[in-house]
């Protein structure tokens, strides 16, 4: 996938351990955002950043946190897991102006026990 | 509330021949929509996208098809190819594609 880099691409958790999801991406997009995907629920926004020092909250942000100190990193906090954020994540990102297209890093399986 | 929905979750289809993907939407502010595909183990990327003041985006095999007033669209893929088993998703936007909203998948087997 084009320049959106994830770590770690597996990842198991005990309950109320915290981790997070780095993502880089090498396009100099100012948009990136954070997905997961549950069974039969597609994919589902949970934070985004329309540039450095910004962002803001998707449809499902809880238990999560988020920052944009530059323009290439955009790490995702899972605070304290639960078994309920056992997911697939995905990091995304697009450059400015609508219809661009958004590009997908290759996604994090995560499983907390 | 499903916004974007694609009520096929598996579709199979043989080689050659015509595969439609569908996917209904329900909110009439979207005006950009994009169909991703998803193989196993990887992420979504992008195959074809359409802006709600056109009715049809062609890009060789693949064409989306944009019906406005019944908010339905469709992708068509011809011929299809085994190469195009995988899943399928249908996003759409509002103003810019920062915030997609997906639908749930069609999982599509083009069988020999």
């Known amino acids: 996938n084009a320049g959106v880099t994830q770590t770690p691409k597996f990842q198991v958790l005990k309950t109320g351990q915290s981790m997070t999801l780095q993502c880089a991406q090498d396009?100099?997009?100012?948009?990136m955002s954070w997905y997961r995907q549950d069974p039969g629920m597609g994919l589902r926004l949970i934070h985004y950043?329309?540039?450095?020092?910004?962002?803001d909250q998707g449809e499902v942000p809880n238990g999560y946190n988020v920052s944009r100190s530059t323009t290439e990193d955009f790490p995702l906090r899972l605070l304290s897991a639960a078994p309920s954020q056992t997911s697939v994540y995905f990091c995304?990102?697009?450059?400015?102006?609508?219809?661009?297209?958004?590009?997908f890093g290759e996604g994090s399986w995560l499983t907390v026990v | 509330d499903q916004q974007v929905k694609q009520n096929s979750p598996s579709l199979s289809v043989q080689e050659g021949r015509i595969s439609i993907l569908n996917c209904d939407y329900t909110?009439?502010?979207?005006?950009?929509f994009l169909w991703y595909k998803k193989y196993p183990a990887e992420g979504p990327t992008f195959l074809i996208s359409?802006?709600?003041?056109?009715d049809k985006n062609e890009d060789g095999r693949f064409t989306v098809f944009l019906n406005k007033s019944a908010k339905h669209l469709s992708l068509h893929i011809v011929p299809s190819q085994p190469g195009d088993s995988a899943v399928y998703f249908c996003?759409?936007?509002?103003?810019?594609?920062?915030?997609?909203?997906f639908g749930t998948g069609t999982r599509l087997q083009v069988t020999l």
């Open positions: 995304a990102s697009r450059t400015t102006g609508a219809g661009n297209t958004i590009y």
């Open positions: 396009m100099n997009h100012e948009y």
């Open positions: 950043s329309v540039g450095a020092g910004i962002t």
């Open positions: 909110n009439s502010m979207f005006d950009y």
């Open positions: 359409i802006s709600s003041i056109k």
């Open positions: 996003a759409a936007s509002t103003g810019t594609a920062s915030k997609l909203t």
